[in-house]
């Protein structure tokens, strides 16, 4: 069976994204390091993630052989290597400081690109890579200079100085995704704080230098409004731990590579982010930049899951044919072709639009922002659902391979789920639609973006572009009926309008992907994936296009 050896080269889709988005000097950089961190992520780093998540999980040692508490987490030495490789590749760093062979800034598109490669092989550890860029965007915006140079040239180090990855510590045991409950004490001493209470679920505990924690000063008023924002180090200038016990850590059905623990605050030292009580408004920024982080790494397993399922397709043998000859086979490997390659041009248009709106050079408009923060809960919902998808119908193109732990797609299954989860669940992002529709009447401003590019689209595209109008027509009546109801009916179709709005937008990406390289395979794709998205006939597909474009979109590389 056909090994992946690099991921990158092995993705020409992704690859005319990358130069059609990068231009000049950076492009000719990016693709040597994509192609080399390709590599890296395909092969080493691909078995470090086997053994971390099958024998070598972080553990817990509690207490020091003379019965001290230490609360110390230990991950395997595989593991540490792969912190070393990705953060000195600039995952996070170049977004906010020089690459010193270019000598300017990189940004969010070209981080994001090397998170989809990563979350290829690592999507456990695309987590920790998360949460150590919303805490360098926390620190780099809203932190006074003093806190940044506690901070920033550990958060941003590319092997010049000791590394500090992030954390986002939000999570208490009585509120969960409400996080207006929350009750971790800020207490002045000073001009810092000390910290007391808990949180409940905290990814990468014991591996971060710094956590950016949600907690309400004393005195502060009930619910988010009353939270501020603090920076606490897990370590005193001296090692020892900053008043944090680890009470125990998380036994997780994935994403086993991240240590995700209960944790409890006894006076851990803090130091105030931006103002006070408005804390909830800097870590909702942070949580649509982790938000676009979900939906990378669900397009990266969709990938994974995709091309293990192509080459068993073409490698295993079942009743004297390969599984490939046979029509439902193919008719599975072409829409899951199909959908893979659209959702990573939609997913990278959100990211060009997230570059924009986050840069502080580019003048944006109120109606941008809001559309952006729109792609973002409608594609992390898509993305992570489609993940899961993925994951099964690979298992299924297995068989009973599929189920072992020695093939990878168990692994894929088990951290794809969580994607669902974290960020904000199918219902969470939902509301936030619902909250955009009422404060920016965001679903007129989508419906009138995506009329104007079907209206540019060429008239060869007409079939398509009805059915997706047709679309947009369903979606105007049910947005203008749901505008005028009570909160019950409007909070009971919120998805319904998300799900719809997804299905919109893939689809004109997928058009004007088709109408951008105007190559014959493209033009397939869109029909193959509008189909598809829009079926109207479930029980006869009389023209089996997958049938038809079997070859030229499974066996035959994208001209780049």
Known sequence: MKKIENFYLEDPHFQQLIRRSLKGDFLQWAEKELSDFGEMCANEIDERAVHTDREGQPKLI?????????????????????????????????????????????????????????????????????LTMATALLLDKY????????????????????????????????????????????????SDFELFGEKYFASNSGMCGVAMVLARVDGAGKGTKGLSLFAVPWRNTDGTLNGIHVRRLKDKLGVRAV?????????????????????????????????????????????????????????????GEKLSQYPMIRETLVNLAAKQEVETS????LIEMYDRVSSEEIPTTEDEAA?????????????????????????????????????????????????????GTANILGLEVLRLMKKNRVHELFINQMKQELDRL???????????????????????????????TQTYHSKRIAELMVKIFESVVALGDAALYGDGRRR??????????????????SEMKSLKYFEEIIGMKVKV
């Open 62 to 130: 509690k207490y020091n052989r003379f019965g001290e508490e230490v609360s110390e987490v230990w991950v395997n030495e595989g593991y540490r290597k792969t912190v070393r490789d990705t953060y000195n590749k600039g995952i996070v760093a170049y977004i906010h400081k020089e690459i010193p062979a270019l000598g300017r800034k990189g940004n969010f598109l070209y981080s994001f690109a090397q998170g989809y490669l990563l979350s290829q092989s690592e999507p456990g550890f695309y987590c920790p890579v998360t």
């Open 371 to 423: 559309l952006t923060r729109l792609y973002i809960a409608i594609l992390k919902k898509e993305t992570a659902e489609q993940a899961i998808h993925f994951s099964h119908e690979a298992i299924e193109m297995h068989g009973g391979n599929g189920y072992i732990e020695d093939f990878v797609l168990p692994r894929l299954l088990r951290d794809a789920q969580v994607l669902t989860v974290w960020e």
């Open 143 to 190: 932190a006074s200079e003093d806190v940044k140079g506690i901070f920033m040239k550990h958060v941003l180090s590319t092997g010049e100085v000791e590394l500090y990855e992030g954390a986002t510590f939000l999570t208490e045991r009585q509120g969960g995704s409400d996080v207006g409950a929350n009750v971790v004490r800020a207490v002045k001493n000073g």
């Open 524 to 541: 397939m794709i869109a029909e193959v994936f509008i189909d598809h998205t829009w079926k109207t006939n479930e029980w006869l597909d």
């Open 346 to 349: 939609a997913v990278f248009r």
């Open 458 to 488: 060429p008239k060869k595209y007409s079939a398509s572009i009805e059915k997706v109008l047709n679309g947009l027509t369903i979606l105007e009546s049910l947005a203008a009926k749901v505008a005028g109801s009570d909160d019950e």
């Open 259 to 319: 240590p995700s623990a209960e944790i409890e605050f006894d006076g851990a030292k803090a130091f105030l982010v931006g103002e006070p009580n408005k804390g909830i408004y800097y870590m909702m920024e942070a949580l649509n930049l982790s938000r676009v982080c979900n939906a990378v790494a669900s397009i990266g397993i969709m990938r994974r899951a995709y091309m293990e399922a192509r080459n068993y397709a073409f490698h295993r043998e079942a009743f």
